[in-house]
């Protein structure tokens, strides 16, 4: 016989979320709505559209959007909504069009500004005013090297809501801008499609706790993190290098040189920060690792992870293995955990949800800024 969980504990003691919020599908349509399509949401990094007509699509809530760079070199992005009869525009996830996008279907055509600029028969159907079926605009930001786009008709301060969040969570002890992350060369991009939702990535990433059981690599380098209390390195003292450990690799070799801006304060330092609603920087002296998550599904989330090095580093050719395996490691581990925690979301055992430890209330502030933005 079983036991069904009684009302969450009392007292000091905070719990997460009910295991619900992690299954049920109309949950994450809210989601979809409120969240994803509401706020700004970063999709693509901007040296991957290196020239004209180059492109890419990705999934933001339940929109496509379509981001390419047009001829004068700018960055625009457009629903992938052909304005005929409706068509996805752009079936791949990326490539390049010489001057224009074609629909597939009756072969509408726009230029890369969105303009409706051609269609069989154009001249013979004089209602058809091309200045009013463009391609539907998004709002896009380029903030660190990466195109931010928002798909509501009146987009939050992106000041406020972004760069003005991101710098508050890293406090004053570091810059996040002084790792100069729109200069930096891709050296690795990994995408992991990971089966769970896209908070337990958010809760995990949020903590330390698990950092000792699962995270054997990270912790010979960063020793604070065997203390599951060490939480905080997330709003900004920087988790310190072990004395014997000489870069973030993942044996602690050596790296590359400190990144050219980044101050003495922050060398031999680790800092992580997360951008609400889907975004997860890390900071350490010669590298930036940054993860992108796309929520599919109730249980879906693909994450794109990019290390990003200084781009003499990258051109030179040297084997950025080292460097690339001790956060390749860790996000294989922390996903397995995620993995792990999905299926019993729906279990009766998690109905009222967990515990939230001590260290853990910014979790709880999470969970507090989610449910008022359902509400
Ligand atoms: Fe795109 Fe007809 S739906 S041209
Ligand atoms: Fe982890």
Known sequence: MTTTPEAPPT??????????FYTDPEIFRQEQERVFESLWFCAVRCADLDKPGAFRTVQIGRESV??????????????NICRHRGAR???????EVRRALQCPYHAWTYDLDGKLVAAPNLSKMPDVDRSAYGLVKVALREWLGYAWVCLADEPPSFEESVIGAAVERLGDAASIESYGTERLALGKRVTYDVRANWKLIVENFMECYHCATIHPELTDVLPEFT??????????HGASFGEEVSGFTVDGSAGFGRLPEVAEEQDRRYYAITIKPAVFVNLVPDHVILHRMFPLAADRTVVECDWLYAPEVVASGVDLAK????????????????????????????RAGGVLVPTEHHIGLFHAWLTERLA
């Not at 203390?227 to 900004?236: E, L, M, S």
């Open 11 to 20: 007292g000091s003691l905070m719990t997460t979320l009910p295991g619900r």
């Open 66 to 79: 379509l981001i390419t760079r047009s001829r004068s070199g700018e960055l625009r992005a457009f629903l």
């Open 89 to 95: 525009l752009c079936t791949r996830e990326s490539g």
């Open 227 to 236: 203390d599951g209390f060490a939480a905080q390195y997330y709003v900004g």
């Open 323 to 350: 460097s690339v395996e001790l956060f390749h490691r860790v996000n294989e581990q922390d996903f397995e955990a995620c993995e792990r925690t999905q299926p019993a979301m729906a279990s009766r055992a998690y």
